[in-house]
């Protein structure tokens, strides 16, 4: 295993975290930002108001988005083991 494999998993793995992790950040920032923006303009000032919308939609965004975010891990994990012989110098 050379120094450019590592970096090539290394860069895989994070390009995989950001991508799993893109649905559920975007989707709470969204909602906090829409909970946010009507606490702003109706001025009710109370810090549990936005933690159940966010809960829900993350909830929401994870049954929607959880069968991707398993097959996209399972790929990557399968290619993660196909790539052992290789790595270890036996192919």
């Known amino acids: ?12 793995a994070l390009l995989l975290a ?11 920032l969204v909602v906090g930002f829409a909970i946010s923006l009507f606490q ?17 939609a993350v909830a929401i ?5 959880g069968h991707w975010m398993i097959a996209e891990s399972v790929t ?4 993660m083991f196909d790539k052992i012989p290789s790595l270890v110098g036996a192919g």
């Open 1 to 12: 295993m050379n120094t450019s494999d590592l970096l090539d998993i290394g860069t895989q």
């Open 18 to 28: 950001a991508k799993l992790s893109a649905p559920i950040l975007i989707t709470a």
């Open 40 to 56: 702003s303009i109706t001025q009710i000032q109370e810090v549990t108001l936005s933690f159940v919308p966010k809960a829900v």
């Open 61 to 65: 965004a994870l049954l929607v988005c």
């Open 76 to 79: 990557f994990t399968h290619q």
